[in-house]
């Protein structure tokens, strides 16, 4: 069994190489939908989220956020995550405002650094919130680059992967920015029996609270506890492959951001809900988070059988399925 791959195009090359050596692989990051409804899959899982949820979620928070929100701009890498997440951020949000318009979208190469010329084509455009899916050391460099240029007090800026640059950079992030952790992770987790383990544990050994790929990494390790050990069942022998991967689709198992159901991709993909707040600054110097809202799974991902896009396209309707919650935005 193979647990990996962290970036979109990985997983989009791995899978398919996966399913021929037919070595069970469980995709713990990457965000792109197209992993399972381009595609059919017996020995491919993802046990989080696509980036379906983080821009659907995204489009939803600033238009409550700005009621009157006129434009919106992007910078977004460009292969599979970056263009997949603009393409849903933007979408959703025309679905919600339909008169929004698009300012410019900068689609800089993976890995490029320095954001100089987009920073400024942003900053010229004035555009009442910009989005982008940077992560990573990009996402660092971006924050570093613009801030002093005062790009975040131009413009509401969110950051769908944020969260992971607030420990390092801390007060450095402007007051005001919209963060997002893929999932409802770190800052934005439950109050469990199962965080409040992790959390402890992972500071202990590493020095540094988890941020939402270590949580990922968490749940898909989980996940898989979760199929072997009802695939074992009371016999007590171990399982076979086939016997962990039919007991691995459509599972509901428990992590330390909250339940998990593989609910989509013929029951290998996850969902789950998601949340985003704005950072502020303490005279601490640490960052809290203010404005949090919490987005259900049914609100935010797509139904079982339907594709992100044609979702989106027939308006975003929450389905009543995995995580939904009785009045949940």
């Known amino acids: 069994m193979v647990i990996g791959y ?29 992993i399972f409804e381009d595609n059919k899959y017996k020995y491919v899982f993802r046990s989080t989220s696509t980036a379906t949820m983080d821009n659907v979620a995204a489009a939803l928070y600033v238009s409550e956020l700005k009621p009157n929100l006129k434009s919106v701009a992007g910078i977004n890498q460009n292969y599979a995550w970056g263009q997949d997440s603009w393409t849903d951020f933007e979408a959703s949000l025309k679905d919600l405002k339909p008169n929004v318009e698009v300012a410019t979208s900068q689609m800089p190469k993976l890995g490029a650094g320095q954001y100089g010329a987009e920073i400024s084509s942003l900053m010229s455009h004035k555009a009442d919130v910009i989005h982008s899916s940077f992560w990573g050391g990009d996402l660092e460099a971006f924050v570093l680059q613009a801030s002093p240029r005062g790009l975040f007090k131009k413009s509401t800026v969110v950051l769908t992967a944020g969260e992971t640059a607030t420990y390092k950079l801390g007060k450095q992030i402007p007051d005001g920015t919209v963060i997002g952790a893929r999932g409802p992770n770190g800052p934005f987790a439950p109050n469990n029996d199962l965080n409040k383990w992790f959390k402890n544990a992972y500071e202990e050994r590493f020095g540094s609270p988890p941020s939402y790929p270590s949580y990922h990494m968490a749940q898909a390790v989980l996940g898989v506890k979760a199929a072997y050990e009802k695939a074992k069942g009371s016999a007590g022998a171990a399982p076979t492959t086939d016997q962990v991967i039919t007991a691995f689709e459509n599972i509901t198992f428990d992590t330390p951001s909250g339940k998990v159901q593989m609910a989509l991709g ?32 049914d609100r935010v991902n797509p139904p079982p059988g339907a594709k992100a896009a044609d979702w989106i396209k027939n308006g975003m309707k929450p389905w009543g399925g995995a995580g939904a919650t009785t009045g949940a935005k």
């Open 266 to 297: 013929s029951g290998h993909q996850a969902v789950q809900g998601t949340a985003y707040g704005m950072v502020k600054s303490g005279k601490d110097g640490k960052l809290t988070y203010t404005n949090v809202k919490h987005y259900a799974a």
């Open 6 to 34: 962290i970036s979109s195009g990985d997983c989009l090359a791995v899978a398919p190489v996966a399913e021929e050596l037919k070595k069970l692989t469980v995709l713990f990051d990457c965000g792109t939908p197209r």
